[in-house]
């Protein structure tokens, strides 16, 4: 695969992810939902694993990524479902975009790495207000849409937090046995909630959109899109990648307007485009500093 394509790849199954969240859960439960996607999504995968011959460590080191991977999977993705019933998938992916910010944030806490730049802390403002903004026209068009805001941010938070403490564990997995880990470490948790919130399985009443968007989460959402985006990882500048959280909310507004009927308002534009531009501040913003600086020097 062509880093390129992988790249697409990423952008594609990242923007067409949260819309495939509301269909599938507008006939299936999204306790259901979600755990039938992650079974879809684990049973290639092993199959893969032994196709290949790729190892799948089970050492203490291995079960405690699996462990910690496992806590953005299942907070990220059982606060996502829940959101989808009550927020556009725009307006979910564009609250994702917020990530890397909080990753930032965690990590320093977490991780003790050094204090947020002043540029940094100029991004969190901003991307707060373009928050502030969407939420408070979101939550006077609709008076349960809080519930969807607060799961989402729920959901961020969650695989945010597991994303930083990846990084305190130091051993070097494929990228598919720890895809694969994961989702094992998921399911039984998956399971117990589906057991508590539903438990039942009324196939005779889900749509054909619902189960193909099922379908499509688990083999492309979650398998294809976790070895796209570990390759690209891989092989690009953290910056690069960085862009797909920019470019994804545009994109899954976009869809949701035009397949789901998904209203764009004013404030939603204003708001994405705050959210946008604090992103780009936090990614790049120390980097034009730094630059200036240099040239000012020079000067």
């Known amino acids: 695969m062509s880093v390129p394509i992988a790249y697409l790849a990423v952008i594609i199954i990242w923007s067409t992810t949260p819309l495939g969240i509301v269909w599938s859960?507008?006939?299936i439960h999204p306790t259901l939902a979600v755990l039938l996607r992650m079974m879809i999504a684990v049973l290639p995968g092993l199959l893969?694993?032994?196709?290949?011959?790729?190892?799948?460590?089970?050492?203490?080191?291995?079960?405690?990524?699996?462990?910690?991977?496992?806590?953005g999977v299942f907070g990220g993705m059982l606060f996502?479902?829940?959101?989808?019933?009550?927020?556009?998938?725009?307006?979910?992916?564009?609250?994702?975009?917020?990530?890397?910010?909080?990753?930032?944030?965690?990590?320093?806490?977490?991780l003790a790495e050094a204090s947020l730049s002043l540029a940094k802390k100029l991004a969190l403002a901003v991307a707060i207000s373009g928050l502030a903004i969407v939420c408070y026209d979101n939550i006077s068009l609709a008076e349960d849409a809080y519930i969807g805001m607060i799961s989402v941010l729920i959901a961020v938070?969650?695989?945010?937090?597991?994303?930083?403490?990846?990084?305190?564990?130091?051993?070097?997995?494929?990228?598919?046995a720890t895809t694969v880990g994961t989702l094992l470490f998921s399911i039984p948790l998956f399971i117990i909630v589906w057991l508590i919130f539903d438990g039942t399985v009324p196939y005779e009443t889900w749509s054909n959109k619902s189960i193909f968007s099922v379908i499509y989460l688990g083999?492309?959402?979650?398998?294809?899109?976790?070895?796209?985006?570990?390759?690209?990882?891989?092989?690009?500048?953290?910056?690069?990648?960085?862009?797909?959280?920019?470019?994804?909310?545009?994109?899954?507004?976009?869809?949701?307007?035009?397949?789901?009927?998904?209203?764009?308002?004013?404030?939603?534009?204003?708001?994405?485009?705050a959210i946008i531009t604090g992103l780009a501040i936090y990614q790049w913003g120390d980097t034009v500093k730094k630059h200036y600086g240099k040239i000012h020097a020079r000067s």
């Open 25 to 27: 859960s507008e006939t």
């Open 48 to 71: 893969l694993l032994k196709a290949f011959k790729i190892e799948f460590p089970w050492h203490k080191q291995a079960l405690r990524l699996y462990s910690f991977s496992s806590i």
């Open 80 to 110: 996502s479902y829940i959101a989808a019933g009550y927020i556009s998938s725009g307006l979910m992916s564009l609250i994702f975009g917020l990530s890397p910010i909080l990753s930032g944030v965690l990590s320093k806490r977490i």
């Open 157 to 176: 938070s969650f695989f945010s937090l597991s994303g930083v403490l990846v990084k305190s564990v130091e051993v070097a997995i494929n990228p598919m």
């Open 219 to 273: 083999v492309v959402g979650s398998l294809v899109g976790f070895i796209a985006y570990f390759y690209v990882l891989q092989r690009l500048k953290a910056s690069t990648v960085a862009l797909i959280t920019m470019i994804t909310p545009v994109v899954a507004i976009s869809l949701g307007a035009i397949l789901n009927n998904e209203v764009i308002n004013t404030n939603l534009v204003i708001g994405a485009l």
